[in-house]
C-alpha cells in the first residue's frame, strides 16, 4: 500500500524525513525534487518570495494530488509559507516507486498540477525595494467549476 503525506508549514522542510517517509520494501526507486527561491525572474534581481495560502484548503489539495498518482507508488510533500530567502526550499516532493520510470513520471505530475491547482500564492520582493504578486492558481477556472473539486485524470 503506498504512502502519502501532504503538509504546508512555516519551518523548513526536512529532506530527510520526506524520503523517510515514503521509501518501503518493495520501492527500487526514490526521487526527490526540491523547488528553491532563484535570485532573479523576468529580469528583475529577486531577494525573498513569501508564500501565502488557506492552509486547509491547500493541504486539501495537496492530498488530493498525490492520491492521483499511481497506487504503487509513495508521494510526500510539503510546501513552505511565509517569506523565504534566496535559495530556501520552498516546496519539497519525494517518490518511491518500484521503477524509476514511476518515480520520475509521478515525481513530475505532483509537480505540474501544484503549479496549476494548489492555491498559494506568490510574492516576489526585489532588491529596489519593490514587490508585486504574480500569477497564480485561481480557485475557479472560467467555466465556474471548483479546481479543487475537479481533479486531472490519474496517471
Excluded at 129 to 139: A, P
Aim: hydrophobic content about 45%.
Amino acid at each position: 500500500m503506498a504512502a502519502h503525506h501532504a503538509k504546508l508549514s512555516a519551518e523548513p522542510i526536512d529532506v530527510t524525513a520526506l524520503m523517510r517517509a515514503v521509501v518501503q520494501p518493495k520501492d527500487g526507486a526514490v526521487i526527490l525534487f526540491v523547488g528553491v527561491v532563484r535570485n532573479r525572474n523576468d529580469g528583475r534581481d529577486v531577494v525573498a518570495v513569501s508564500y501565502d495560502a488557506f492552509v486547509p484548503l491547500a493541504e486539501r489539495t495537496l492530498a488530493a494530488i498525490a492520491a492521483e498518482t499511481p497506487a504503487e507508488v509513495s508521494v510526500a510533500v510539503e510546501h513552505r509559507t511565509g517569506r523565504l530567502a534566496v535559495g530556501e526550499a520552498s516546496v519539497a516532493i519525494a517518490v518511491a516507486a518500484p521503477h524509476r520510470v514511476e518515480a520520475y513520471e509521478a515525481s513530475r505530475y505532483v509537480i505540474e498540477q501544484i503549479k496549476r491547482r494548489l492555491p498559494v500564492w506568490k510574492q516576489e520582493h526585489y532588491v529596489d525595494g519593490d514587490s508585486e504578486w504574480l500569477d497564480g492558481c485561481c480557485l475557479h477556472s472560467s467555466d465556474g467549476s471548483d479546481h479543487d473539486h475537479a481533479p486531472e485524470p490519474r496517471l
